[in-house]
């Protein structure tokens, strides 16, 4: 069956206010694709407890797609427990050139990703099953003097994933050299990740628009 938008161009523009972003009215048609897709899988295997389409665009895109107004996202990069796909597949609409990894153990979830990424007409999406670490050292990575090299991305993302700190000491031994781990967290997290790692160069967190003490925290590989 066809989809049926949920909102038009106008009010996603609306509701995306906030957020400042610089969108195409091809990457707007994206996101009101994607996002009656999210309603519609939502209501069978639970991708989100925000349940309106409003809540969605503001919550999600919005948060998500944030980033793009301070950073530029080249390369390839890994998004970890990738859920509905928020950040990493709404990132992929910022930069449709992004080489796009997504970590989600979840088979329903990974079915959904998927139709989201044929729907949406986007390339260079990989969608697998394992755990980071199980990824990152996986059978057929490049091996160097008999020791296997972890895969490495130009920036990781992450979004209400945890433990983090397990989860940014594993990533950052597969950033390259200047590469970026952007994460969504509480103010408090931010603030005892940026104190307890020491291996990355922290910016200052960005504040999230409209979002009660939740940022987006930004580190550094050394070059």
Known sequence: MA???VLTERDVRDLLAPFDLDLTSHQLGQVITYLDLLVRWNAKINLTAVRTPEGCVGRHFGES??????VELHGANLDIGSGAGFPGLALKIAWPDLAT???EPIAKKRAFLKEVVRACGMESVEVRSERLEEFLSCPGVVVEGGHKKLRSFDSVTARAVGPLRGLTDISCRSLMPAGRLCLWVGHRQALELVRAVRSLAWDAPLHIPRAE???????????
Do not use: H, K, N
């Not at 003490?213 to 070059?223: H, Q, V």
């Open 213 to 223: 003490r939740r940022e987006i925290l930004i580190g550094r590989a050394a070059s």
């Open 3 to 5: 989809l049926v938008a």
């Open 101 to 103: 990894t997504l970590l």
């Open 65 to 70: 797609l944030y980033l793009s107004r301070w």
